[in-house]
């Protein structure tokens, strides 16, 4: 089974852009989960989608936004970058209600 | 939100002792504390995960000790290997809005 995949891997950005990052789960998971990892902070959620819905969300701002497609597949987007937003943003998949959260390998986040 | 606090930031063992993180807990409505590792360049992967009806779980070298009374559990690896040389988080489930809470990570360094 394909585990979680995440794309692109890195990226690079400057001051004011936009981003959109994307995230396919494990077959036969819908809920997916979304995380930022950094050094300082560790890993912080950002929002948890299931069925095209978003069910949870973390503390952050607005900028911050995310969607789930009918195929479980999600998406997000950080609108006018800053520079504290270059970290590693990991996505993770599971069964509803699920104990263990699977994660994908990650996307590296540089604004410059 | 639920803290999870773990300790410590980083640690470095010789090979073949024996490496010990900790964590610490503030619900006790907690049914389930995982811990995860990551390898430089990858996402976080289960490691092993115990539930508060037991006291210890041991999978091979790794072994989870959970005090109840205490609100702590510990990850202990014996006969610490170089390749165990990862960060290792601590979680526990968030019966608010977050999937999982995890603590700030160890970064276990093994030396031959």
Known sequence: KAGVTQTPRYLIKTRGQQVTLSCSPISGHRSVSWYQQTPGQGLQFLFEYFSETQRNKGNFPGRFSGRQFSNSRSEMNVSTLELGDSALYLCASSFLGADTQYFGPGTRLTVL | ?112
């Open chain 2, 1 to 112: 939100q639920q803290q999870v606090k773990q300790s410590p930031q980083s640690l470095i063992v010789q090979k073949g002792g024996i490496s010990i993180i900790n964590c610490a807990y503030e619900n006790t409505a907690f049914d389930y504390f995982p811990w995860y590792q990551q390898f430089p360049g990858k996402g976080p992967a289960l490691l092993i995960a115990i539930r508060p009806d037991v006291s210890e779980k041991k999978e091979g070298r790794f072994t989870i000790s959970f005090n109840k009374s205490a609100k702590q559990f510990s990850l202990h690896i014996m006969d610490s290997q170089p390749g165990d040389s990862a960060t290792y988080f601590c979680a526990a489930p968030n019966s608010g809005n977050t999937p999982l809470v995890f603590g700030k990570g160890t970064r276990l360094s093994v030396i031959a």
